[in-house]
């Protein structure tokens, strides 16, 4: 069975500080992972997503994951926060079948 | 760059009342999909449509649930007597092909009132 932990319901960065957002999988096949993110009132737009090639993946607006088969890990991160950023982020993992399980979000907060 | 398109953005509905929520997919994906978002909830799997049929569909999606695709175009979701606890966020997603990432609408808030 597949699953995804986000720890951290918020996160708060002061603007150009490191983002980090965490995520945990479980999956009982070779994973494919993803992070969307959110907007307010808006749709779920994918950021990256990893499929089983290069571990270390490079999203759109500076955003990366790396994934750690060994920490069935797969954080998200990006070097300098934006106030643009602020937005919630999902995890998910995708079955290779028919779905994708999502983890319940991180709301990320960036200060001025 | 194509994208999927929901409407209505919103609806409001009187509990037992039949809605259709509406779907246009990415022209050349194959698979479509529907889920939900219960106001401060998870993302959850509704069901997942292909080749004309359902290829899964989760434990919410109950007899009063129904999706249709009723031409080349449009991917529905009907929900036939609704209760309150179906008021959430809908989204409409498509993917290419298996395997590939799934691509949202802006997705439908229901409120059943």
């Known amino acids: 069975a597949q699953s995804v932990t986000q720890l951290g319901s918020h996160v708060s960065v002061s603007e150009g500080a490191l983002v980090l957002l965490r995520c945990n999988y479980s999956s009982s096949v070779p994973p494919y992972l993803f992070w969307y993110v959110q907007y307010p009132n808006q749709g779920l737009q994918l950021l990256l997503k990893?499929?089983?090639?290069?571990?270390l993946v490079k999203g759109i607006n500076g955003f990366e994951a790396e994934f750690k088969k060994s920490e069935t890990s797969f954080h998200l991160t990006k070097p300098s926060a934006h106030m643009s950023d602020a937005a919630e982020y999902f995890c998910?993992?995708?079955?290779?079948?028919?779905?994708?399980?999502f983890g319940s979000g991180t709301k990320l907060n960036v200060k001025p | 760059e194509p994208e999927v398109t929901q409407t209505p953005s919103h609806q409001v509905t009187q509990m037992g009342q039949e809605v259709i929520l509406r779907c246009v997919p990415i022209s050349n994906h194959l698979y479509f999909y529907w889920y939900r978002q219960i106001l401060g909830q998870k993302v959850e799997f509704l069901v997942s449509?292909?080749?004309?049929?359902?290829?899964?569909k989760s434990e919410i999606f109950d007899d009063q649930f129904s999706v249709e695709r009723p031409d080349g175009s449009n991917f529905t979701l009907k929900i036939r007597s609704t209760k309150l606890e179906d008021s959430a966020m809908y989204f409409c997603?498509?993917?290419?092909?298996?395997?590939?990432?799934?691509?949202f609408g802006q997705g439908t808030r229901l409120t059943v009132v």
């Open positions: 997603a498509s993917s290419e092909v298996m395997n590939t990432e799934a691509f």
């Open positions: 990893y499929t089983s090639a290069a571990t």
């Open positions: 998910a993992v995708s079955d290779r079948v028919n779905k994708f399980y």
């Open positions: 449509f292909y080749n004309n049929e359902i290829s899964e």
